[in-house]
Protein backbone atom coordinates (compact mmCIF):
# COMPACT_ATOMS: atom_id res chain seq x y z
CA UNK A 1 0.00 0.00 0.00
CA UNK A 2 1.18 3.58 -0.79
CA UNK A 3 1.09 6.72 1.28
CA UNK A 4 -1.18 8.41 -1.42
CA UNK A 5 -4.13 5.23 0.00
CA UNK A 6 -3.95 6.77 3.41
CA UNK A 7 -2.78 10.45 3.42
CA UNK A 8 -5.23 13.44 3.55
CA UNK A 9 -5.57 14.81 -0.05
CA UNK A 10 -5.49 18.77 -0.75
CA UNK A 11 -4.23 19.78 2.74
CA UNK A 12 -5.32 22.96 4.35
CA UNK A 13 -2.33 25.35 3.64
CA UNK A 14 -1.37 28.57 4.67
CA UNK A 15 1.22 31.46 3.71
CA UNK A 16 5.00 32.43 5.05
CA UNK A 17 3.47 36.19 4.97
CA UNK A 18 0.06 34.96 7.20
CA UNK A 19 0.07 35.78 11.03
CA UNK A 20 0.59 33.19 13.47
CA UNK A 21 -2.82 34.33 14.74
CA UNK A 22 -4.22 33.48 11.22
CA UNK A 23 -2.41 29.97 10.94
CA UNK A 24 -3.96 29.49 15.00
CA UNK A 25 -7.15 30.09 13.58
CA UNK A 26 -7.31 27.70 10.76
CA UNK A 27 -5.37 25.07 12.83
CA UNK A 28 -8.42 25.07 15.27
CA UNK A 29 -11.12 25.85 12.63
CA UNK A 30 -10.00 22.96 10.93
CA UNK A 31 -8.71 20.74 14.24
CA UNK A 32 -5.03 20.69 12.67
CA UNK A 33 -1.81 20.32 14.60
CA UNK A 34 -0.04 21.56 11.73
CA UNK A 35 0.03 23.27 8.08
CA UNK A 36 2.40 23.08 5.28
CA UNK A 37 3.43 26.38 4.30
CA UNK A 38 3.12 27.48 0.65
CA UNK A 39 4.47 30.12 -1.25
CA UNK A 40 3.34 30.79 -5.43
CA UNK A 41 1.99 27.25 -5.29
CA UNK A 42 5.32 25.98 -3.80
CA UNK A 43 5.83 23.83 -0.81
CA UNK A 44 8.63 26.34 1.63
CA UNK A 45 7.68 25.25 5.08
CA UNK A 46 5.75 23.56 7.87
CA UNK A 47 4.54 25.10 11.07
CA UNK A 48 2.67 23.35 13.95
CA UNK A 49 0.65 24.30 17.21
CA UNK A 50 4.08 23.62 19.41
CA UNK A 51 5.64 26.22 16.77
CA UNK A 52 2.92 28.81 17.58
CA UNK A 53 3.12 27.98 21.28
CA UNK A 54 6.73 28.57 21.53
CA UNK A 55 6.74 31.82 19.98
CA UNK A 56 3.44 33.12 22.04
CA UNK A 57 5.06 31.61 25.48
CA UNK A 58 8.48 32.97 25.99
CA UNK A 59 8.91 33.04 29.61
CA UNK A 60 11.71 35.50 29.10
CA UNK A 61 9.14 37.94 28.47
CA UNK A 62 6.88 39.62 30.36
CA UNK A 63 3.72 41.09 28.42
CA UNK A 64 0.07 42.49 29.23
CA UNK A 65 -2.49 40.28 27.73
CA UNK A 66 -3.47 43.05 24.78
CA UNK A 67 0.05 42.57 23.81
CA UNK A 68 -0.20 38.58 22.99
CA UNK A 69 -3.21 40.11 20.65
CA UNK A 70 -0.39 42.53 18.75
CA UNK A 71 2.05 39.60 18.53
CA UNK A 72 -0.35 37.27 17.04
CA UNK A 73 -1.76 39.54 14.46
CA UNK A 74 1.75 41.17 13.55
CA UNK A 75 4.38 38.06 13.35
CA UNK A 76 4.35 36.70 10.51
CA UNK A 77 3.98 32.84 9.91
CA UNK A 78 8.02 32.38 8.22
CA UNK A 79 9.56 33.75 11.34
CA UNK A 80 8.26 30.28 13.15
CA UNK A 81 8.17 27.85 10.64
CA UNK A 82 10.04 24.75 9.54
CA UNK A 83 11.92 26.00 6.17
CA UNK A 84 12.42 22.96 4.06
CA UNK A 85 10.39 20.22 6.17
CA UNK A 86 10.81 16.69 5.46
CA UNK A 87 8.48 15.25 2.72
CA UNK A 88 8.05 11.67 1.20
CA UNK A 89 6.70 11.09 -2.13
CA UNK A 90 2.77 9.93 -2.41
CA UNK A 91 4.11 6.74 -4.33
CA UNK A 92 6.72 5.53 -1.27
CA UNK A 93 5.37 2.83 0.65
CA UNK A 94 3.47 3.61 4.14
CA UNK A 95 6.65 1.75 6.24
CA UNK A 96 8.63 4.78 4.88
CA UNK A 97 6.79 6.86 5.97
CA UNK A 98 6.17 5.15 9.28
CA UNK A 99 9.96 5.18 9.28
CA UNK A 100 10.92 8.33 8.78
CA UNK A 101 8.23 10.18 11.29
CA UNK A 102 10.09 7.94 13.91
CA UNK A 103 13.47 8.68 13.32
CA UNK A 104 12.97 12.03 12.63
CA UNK A 105 10.41 12.00 15.74
CA UNK A 106 7.95 13.98 14.01
CA UNK A 107 4.15 13.69 13.97
CA UNK A 108 3.23 14.35 10.53
CA UNK A 109 4.50 15.90 7.09
CA UNK A 110 3.73 17.01 4.01
CA UNK A 111 3.46 14.26 0.89
CA UNK A 112 4.61 15.40 -2.78
CA UNK A 113 4.10 13.84 -5.88
CA UNK A 114 5.92 15.03 -9.04
CA UNK A 115 7.35 18.28 -6.91
CA UNK A 116 3.73 19.20 -5.75
CA UNK A 117 1.61 18.89 -2.33
CA UNK A 118 -0.71 16.66 -2.77
CA UNK A 119 -1.17 15.92 0.66
CA UNK A 120 -0.16 15.41 4.16
CA UNK A 121 0.50 12.26 6.40
CA UNK A 122 0.11 12.20 10.15
CA UNK A 123 0.35 9.88 12.98
CA UNK A 124 -3.42 9.77 13.00
CA UNK A 125 -3.59 8.78 9.54
CA UNK A 126 -1.53 6.24 10.49
CA UNK A 127 -3.05 5.17 13.38
CA UNK A 128 -6.38 4.96 11.19
CA UNK A 129 -4.71 2.41 8.84
CA UNK A 130 -3.18 0.58 11.60
CA UNK A 131 -6.82 0.14 13.20
CA UNK A 132 -8.44 -0.81 9.71
CA UNK A 133 -5.46 -3.52 9.35
CA UNK A 134 -6.26 -5.10 12.89
CA UNK A 135 -9.96 -4.74 12.53
CA UNK A 136 -9.81 -6.79 8.84
CA UNK A 137 -6.89 -9.47 11.10
CA UNK A 138 -9.54 -9.59 13.62
CA UNK A 139 -12.59 -10.36 11.09
CA UNK A 140 -10.37 -13.31 9.36
CA UNK A 141 -9.49 -14.39 12.85
CA UNK A 142 -12.84 -14.59 14.10
CA UNK A 143 -14.21 -16.45 10.73
CA UNK A 144 -11.47 -18.86 10.86
CA UNK A 145 -13.19 -20.67 14.79
Not at 88 to 93: G, I, Y
Request: net charge negative; charged share 25%.
Amino acid sequence: MRIRDIMTPDPVTISPNHSIGAALARMRRGGFRRLPVVEKEKLVGIITDRDLRLAMNSPFIMREGWYDSYLMEHIEVRSCMTPDPITVDAEEDILSAVRLMRTQKIGGMPVIADGALVGIITETDLLDYLEQLLAAQATVTAGSQ
